[in-house]
């Protein structure tokens, strides 16, 4: 399978040399910057530094800056979708601080110079990688809890890890994701689900202001009072579209005491306990949390008489016994092959809830569901799973079960315009280094899951999931962002009218 290639630059959109010379006639260009420049690289289009240039870099990084072969480079430059692992940058500059972040932008421009910006490097898609230069903010992971106000600042290039840390010791929380390296950044820009989002709304809907470096080289601090319509726009508009966030302030609620979590598994009628428990869940609290995932089976396991599972974990903010109600239908229908049902207190919890993420080679095609998960998507689902040709690694059919306070917000209360939903789902497949080399291999898993895919479209509509970017996928604005498309839009000519933030699913 060709493997994605990094993108100089976009058809009908202005060079970040002609941003900087537009911005310069505006009073906004690189002053002082004298830098010598090398002429164009025939190989890859943009501007070849010199040794000047590099070393300037550096200075405006703080020294901060990593090169190929050096200490560190590698582990830094490859991202968790390993399909990525090719798009090397020709240097990572980490910085500390929303003005280094504004000075390495700059220098950027002037050196006509591709970027990309990373938080935890885990976009789907490869949009934090770059083949010319890494804006790196994992330095920025201060994270600080205001007992005054019960508000939580963290800086940008926190982890999931660095949040739970500093939010346990201010016995605070907030809805956050389970996979410890994911960045707080690209969670909380596009929307940000997680176990606490039936109760507290997504992640972003707790913002209440963030700072962010924009293509003019402004530092600003936006919120509904200060430029509401760019804060508007952070929230659910996704990472990279209107400059670099550094720092955001998200209103917390009180810690439980006490959570009770827990995952199950059924090897056997999973078919009929999904249909129990989907039934179980649409009528649970909203301080009931859950995610449930088909797995398939490869050809060589049907052969040997397995069959579709059905894996259950989630969390629920009360005792045992409520939720061991919740379950009993699902209970009644069989026994799951594998039971741990818990109390322990939140943060254990979300030990025992927690996610490795481990790099690897994958591709997830998501959609939502509204109202309910009725039986014709059900069996679509293990119809189609039924039928994996087979990888090396693994296939599944997963639902994030939404609602809740998610929709009680408007659709355009914010720029996360998905508030009809009972849940979310994506269809996930994944493969093994030898298969990536091996087109015969993978060819037909990928026309299976794309099939599988147009059928799940056809029965749940056409909106997708922002935060699982799907490099495949048609007319991904409208099904990201739907109705609020044309308002992002205007925020984005407003705040970088040459396109300088740029992606393949950049607006």
Not at 122 to 149: C, E, F, N, Q, W
Not at 153 to 174: C, F, K, Q, Y
Not at 374 to 393: A, H, M, S
Not at 434 to 460: G, H, K, N, S
Request: charged residues 20%; glycine residues 10%.
């Amino acid at each position: 399978m060709a493997e994605p290639l990094p993108r100089s630059g976009r058809t009908g959109i202005p060079s970040r040399r002609g941003f900087l010379l537009g911005a310069t006639a505006l009073g906004l260009g690189a002053p002082g910057l004298a830098l010598a420049r090398a002429p164009l690289s025939p190989e890859c289009g943009w501007c070849a530094p010199s040794e000047a240039a590099w070393r300037d870099l550096g200075e405006r990084a703080g020294g901060q800056v990593l090169r190929p072969g050096e200490a560190g480079f590698l582990e830094r430059a490859v991202p968790q979708n390993l399909r990525y692992r090719r798009v090397q940058p020709q240097a990572i500059a980490r910085c500390t601080s929303p003005e280094i972040v504004a000075s390495v932008i700059d220098w950027c421009q002037a050196m006509d110079m591709p970027f990309a910006i990373r938080g935890g490097g885990h976009s789907y898609a490869g949009h934090s990688s770059s083949a010319g230069i890494l804006i790196d903010l994992s330095p920025m992971k201060r994270v600080h809890h205001d007992a005054a106000t019960g508000q939580v600042t963290v800086e940008a290039g926190a982890l999931n890890v660095d949040v739970a840390r500093g939010l346990e010791g201010a016995s605070a929380v907030i809805t956050h994701g389970r996979c410890p390296s994911v960045g707080i950044a690209g969670f909380l820009l596009g929307g940000g689900i997680g176990f606490n989002m039936r109760r507290f709304g997504m992640g972003s809907d707790l913002m209440r202001a963030a700072e962010i470096v924009t293509a003019d080289g402004r530092v600003r601090n936006v919120s509904d009072s200060s430029e509401p319509d760019l804060f508007w726009a952070l929230r659910g508009g996704a990472g990279g579209n209107f400059g670099v966030a550094t720092s955001f302030t998200l209103a917390t609620h009180p810690v439980d005491r006490s959570i009770t979590v827990f995952s199950l598994r059924w090897n056997m009628k999973s078919e009929a306990v999904a249909r129990a428990f989907i039934a179980a869940a649409e009528r649970a609290p909203d301080h009931f949390a859950s995610r449930f995932s088909l797995g398939a089976a490869s050809p060589a396991q049907r052969g040997k008489g397995q069959e579709v599972h059905f894996d259950l974990l989630g969390q629920h903010a009360g005792p045992k016994a409520e939720l061991l109600d919740i379950l009993a239908p699902v209970l009644a229908i069989a026994q799951p092959e594998r039971s741990v049902i818990e109390e322990r207190s939140y943060w254990r919890g979300q030990d025992f809830l927690a996610e490795p993420g481990e790099p690897g080679f994958y591709q997830e095609r998501s959609g939502f569901v509204r109202e309910r998960l009725d039986d014709r998507i059900l069996e679509c689902g293990f119809r189609q799973l039924r039928d994996w040709p087979g990888t090396e690694v693994g296939a599944d059919l997963r639902f994030f079960q939404t609602g809740g306070a998610v929709n009680r917000m408007a659709p355009d209360a914010t720029a996360f315009v998905h508030r009809d939903s009972a849940w979310l789902f994506s269809i996930g497949l994944e493969w093994s280094a030898r298969d990536q080399v091996t087109p015969e291999a993978i060819a037909p898993a990928r026309r299976w899951q794309d099939a599988f895919y147009a059928e799940m479209r056809e029965l749940c509509g056409r909106a997708a999931y922002q935060n699982f970017p799907d490099p495949s996928l048609v007319n991904w604005r409208e099904a990201y962002y739907g109705a609020n498309l044309s308002r992002l839009e205007r925020v984005k000519a407003t705040v970088d009218p040459f396109g300088l933030f740029r992606h393949e699913q950049s607006l």
